[in-house]
């Protein structure tokens, strides 16, 4: 779904869209004293569509679409998590007076249960997503027809035990099992089963601290021949000299099959720094020697009065497909649902108050502001580059975005067809602007740019879009969306040009 379809999609009142984010230091919100919230929405949307320089054809398609929409919270008792579900039933007349519908899901809930008063716990996640099948293909979001396009389905299941020893240490005992299955693409069905003991020092912010770490990890591929397992113990130092410092060194051995059939030990040591000048600053950086080399992570965030930057950077293994696990790619919607927790808590009005953000520069909520694999059918090594820039003034609103993520495939099982993404390079940048003409109505435009390429078979994908759009809240609960989409996609597999007009009108309940 295009920029056009986010813009119909955003089921919220457009008053949301007045409500800036308030200043970086404000006083956070208080959280909202209801244990249970729902919210409900309906979008109903029209399109036009013109292709061209497409081998399956060329011509005008028509599409209609139906996208219910719901948010719950629990905030209260001993259950607490956030449903949020999308779906879009569509008809499209397509070229030839071909005609064809489709139901697709979108969703997202994570909850946690606490089952014994104050040390036991059961976190449970779930997801449903669209996720592209390979890198240098038609992302998701664009040409309603491609059929590189698949639903991926992921579950994840984590009880554990928390709490003191004595005066001597915290403890936690965790297991975990995470299952995701691809629709039609199988060859990234996984399953992820893991263990995990560790014990700490009592105090939080102690001058001195220390920590022990053991985990095992059994991941297995559908379709390779045999799991791979991971064994790792770790033991952790920490400095703190001052509230703003926090330094740190480790060191373990783990040993593992995933290079190689057999299983082989490795030794573990690196070490950290973080330090946060202010409660709007953050800086930190991790390094350390794994099996698979040098692992880091690097974290710059900064928040001034109207404005948020952050960029990361990492080198890492990403094992699994589905959307919960380790290096997938992140959506404008889930970056800002998580970059905005502290100033809205309250999930529900959280969900209305991104939706209203990213409508008003007329971005796609689906669309991809950090790249990853989507479609794996091992596990790779991953480097990835984040930045993430967004402005809200009283009538101004502004973002940009961009990544670079190269993927290499590390482990020996399994198979590796080709035009997989097991070994890539993707490159993106997009950003979007948005002007409010009157207390109800705004103007926006935006536009991206996706570059895929497989390092392996060397085919190479170039998508650019740009989108105009109109907004208006009609009523109290009804929003009405107006929007032009220019796209072109040069690649091997796949080359089009696509022009679309959408109408849209969104209910609130």
Known sequence: MGAALAAGMTLVSFSAVQAQPAPADAPEAAPVARSFGVSPGLTLEASVLNISARA???????????????????RGGRLQGTLIYSGALSTRRGIDDREDSEYLNSLSATYLLEVIDGIGFVDARASITQQTISAVGTPVGFLETSANRTEVRSVALSPYLRGPLSTFAEYELRAGATVTRGGRDTA???DIYQGLFALRSPQRGA?????????????????????????????????????????????GVERTDVIGALRQEYENYGAGVQWTPSARTTMAVQAEERYFGRAYRATIAHRILRSTFRFASSRDINIGSGALAQGQAITLYELYFAQYASLVPDPVQRDQFVLALIAATGRDRNEVVSGGLFGNSGIALERRNDLIWTWAGPRLTMNASAYAVNTGRIDT??????????NTRQRGYAGGVGWRLTPLTNVNASGSRTMSKDTVTLVRSDLKSITFGLTSQLGVHTTGVLSTRYSVLNGATEAYRETALTGSLSLRF
């Open 56 to 74: 399956q054809g060329n011509g005008t398609e028509y599409l209609l679409r139906a996208s219910p929409n719901l948010t719950m919270a629990h």
């Open 413 to 422: 099982g399994g198979v590796n067809p080709a035009s997989r993404n097991d």
């Open 188 to 190: 990234s069905d996984s």
């Open 207 to 251: 001058v001195f601290g220390w920590g022990l770490t053991g985990s095992r990890q059994r991941v297995k591929f559908l379709v390779s021949s045999a799991p791979t397992i991971s064994d790792r113990i770790n033991a952790e130092l920490s400095f703190q000299p001052d509230i703003d410092w926090r330094l740190t060194v480790n060191g």
